[in-house]
């Protein structure tokens, strides 16, 4: 026990972030195997000249371009330090001692994280088949709630809801409680598979309680410089603004987000290499009897009957590096990031050595 440590944090372990190893190939933490967008190294390394000056910490030109791209204005536009800052900022403005958020089991650690930050208890409801099982998140919205935290399409599992389910949903919850949609994997839902995936900031209208996040860490990759942004109702953003710190976003960050969006070339090569990806692991998979979720991200989640920590090792020791679900609370599943050709070959030969020497039990 933490003698320093409030009681709300007490029981809240730190982030459990993807492992790096050496010599190893890292594809479990959902980051784009192709490196960089190009465009924006060259902006953030050029912006470098002039660091000696404090960031713009309303990062207005940046705002411009995205509210631009979502048919919104720049006051619908908050940009955050990586989009999971969007999170604390949305529970500092919203969450008191005592009050509670909402979200799902197996599901990403900041919902719970944030709202433990300010004193607040995250309850959750159970996933239905790897999807936010909306309808028991509206009956389970009660007189504490203050912020539901929904994940589509769902990191780990890939699930996504539509957008009949989203706005059923909304209409069920009260005006003064937030909905919060993260939708990092936004990039890469492939239309021909999920039509219905919902047109969210077309919601924004109707809809003065929600907040959409989205991220320039995955597709884009730019993980480490750390940009994120969150659109909605501009009484909503200004609440989130009160929480902000004044330079939260660094320059060279804001140079490559905005470059990123000029560059549809490595976009689209990275959504092309995804889908590939994923429809040569499905083949693959199938033909072995491997449990999966279907996915409308970027990772494929699968389960097996081995426990996920000794597939993490057997994987590790043969050069790549996976994501053990243990912490996501699904001990005996597995998280790996789509990768590049070479790579998803490596990883379904890696699995057929762990079978075949007993390590890994379909
Ligand atoms: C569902 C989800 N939301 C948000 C994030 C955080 O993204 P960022 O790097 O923008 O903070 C992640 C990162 O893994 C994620 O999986």
Redesign the pocket.
């Known amino acids: 026990m933490n003698r320093f440590i409030k009681e709300s944090l007490a029981d809240l372990p730190p982030y459990a972030a993807g492992k790096k190893l050496p010599n190893a190939v890292k594809l479990s ?2 980051e784009n195997p192709l490196g960089p967008c190009p465009a924006a190294v060259k902006a953030a390394a050029a912006s470098l000249e002039t660091v000696h000056r404090y960031p713009d910490g309303m990062s207005t030109s940046l705002r411009e371009k995205i509210a631009a791209r979502n048919g919104l204005s720049p006051e619908n536009i908050i940009v ?8 604390v900022f949305a529970s500092g403005a919203l969450i008191n001692t005592g009050d509670e958020g909402l979200t799902s089991e197996n ?2 650690s ?1 919902y719970n994280f944030s709202v433990k930050c300010f004193g607040g208890v995250c309850r959750k409801v159970p996933l239905k088949e790897g999807i936010f099982d909306l309808e028991a998140l509206a009956e389970g919205i009660g007189e504490k709630t203050k912020i539901v935290f929904l ?1 589509n399409p ?3 599992t890939g699930g996504y809801f539509g957008e009949e389910a989203l706005r059923a949903f909304l209409k069920r919850v009260p005006e003064g409680v937030v909905v919060f949609l ?1 939708e ?2 936004f990039d890469y839902v492939d239309r021909s598979e999920a039509p219905d995936y919902p047109d969210s900031p077309r919601l924004l209208a109707e809809y003065p309680n929600l907040v959409i ?6 597709i884009y990759g730019l ?1 480490a410089l ?3 942004y969150a659109m909605g109702n501009g009484e909503l953003i200004e609440a989130l603004y009160r929480a902000k710190h004044a330079f939260n976003v660094n320059t060279p960050a804001q140079a490559a987000a905005e470059a990123a969006l000029g560059d549809e070339e490595f976009y689209e090569k990275s959504r092309e290499m995804t889908f590939r990806g994923k429809r040569y692991l499905y083949g693959e998979l199938d033909r072995r009897g491997v449990s999966y979720f279907p996915t409308q991200s970027n990772f494929l989640c699968l389960t097996f009957a081995t426990p996920a920590s000794q597939i993490f090792t057997g994987y590790a020791e043969r050069g790549i590096v996976i994501r053990d679900l243990s912490s996501f609370a699904m001990p005996h599943s597995i998280r790996y990031t789509i990768g590049t050709e070479e790579n998803n070959r490596r990883f379904i030969e890696i699995l057929d050595e762990l079978v075949r020497e007993g390590l890994c039990t379909i």
């Open positions: 933490s959902n955050g330090n990586g989009s999971d800052e969007l999170m599901t990403f900041e994940c769902n990191n780990p993260d990092a994997y996040s989205r991220t320039y860490s995955k993980a750390r940009v994120g």
